[in-house]
């Protein structure tokens, strides 16, 4: 079965930049498009991004997501971090027509 | 605005049934899949089905296939979640899921109880 892997945990100060990665375990990464979730504590998850790299209206330009061949990899960008930022962010692909999440990341800003 | 909100998540007993509702506005109902995503508390999410923008086509996650039916009625904006044969690791968050830019409900908890 197809599996994507997230780094359990990551973080990073206040104004930096941070790329979260989702390695595909088989196949190709580009053959599916990529979403990326964030779950704030105690709150349902949001879309930051649909179908590798576009955002829904209303989520800020410093979120971004981008593909890479080359390690089978999607990933999410956050630049100028904030604290509010601290979140899990699940990365979600699929396996012919189901859909599959990433383990999540949790982000700490500190 | 897109809005989904689910209901009918209760406590209900190891083996019982229930049926989860998902009521959608803001958007075309029927120009979109739909889909179920659920979350037991501290852990991370689990697709559990999803149903075509007719509801001729029907998924499932291995983890709820012959227990769990997905359905929608397009003349009521409406999402459902037959759920049977309950077990405790069902107890979870259940998550309605608009498809294409992926808009979410707020969730309703769903817990077996032994």
């Known amino acids: 079965n197809f599996m994507l892997t997230q780094p359990h945990s990551v973080s990073e100060s206040p104004g930096k930049t941070i790329t979260i990665s989702c390695t595909g375990s088989s196949g190709s990464i580009a053959s599916n498009f990529v979403q990326w979730y964030q779950q704030r504590p105690g709150s349902a998850p949001t879309t930051l991004i649909y179908?590798?790299?576009?955002?829904p209206s209303g989520v800020s330009d410093r979120f971004s997501g981008s593909i890479d061949t080359s390690s089978n990899s999607a990933s999410l960008t956050i630049s100028g971090l904030k604290t509010e930022d601290e979140a899990d962010y699940y990365c979600?692909?699929?396996?012919?027509?189901?859909?599959?999440f990433g383990g999540g990341t949790k982000l700490t800003v500190l | 605005e897109v809005q989904l909100v689910e209901s009918g998540g209760v406590v209900v007993q190891f083996g019982g049934s229930l049926r989860l509702s998902c009521t959608a506005s803001?958007?075309?109902?029927?120009?979109?899949?739909m889909h179920w995503v659920r979350q037991v508390p501290g852990n991370g999410l689990e697709w559990v089905s999803h149903?075509?923008?007719?509801?001729?086509?029907?998924y499932y996650a291995d983890s709820v296939k012959g227990r769990f039916t997905i359905s929608r009625d397009n003349t009521k904006n409406s999402l459902h979640l037959e759920m049977n044969s309950l077990r405790s690791e069902d107890t979870a968050f259940y998550y309605c899921v608009k498809g294409g830019q992926m808009d979410w409900g707020q969730g309703t908890l769903v817990t077996v109880s032994s």
């Open positions: 179908e590798d790299y576009k955002r």
């Open positions: 979600q692909s699929y396996d012919n027509n189901n859909w599959v």
């Open positions: 149903v075509s923008w007719d509801g001729t086509r029907t």
């Open positions: 803001g958007f075309i109902f029927d120009d979109f899949t």
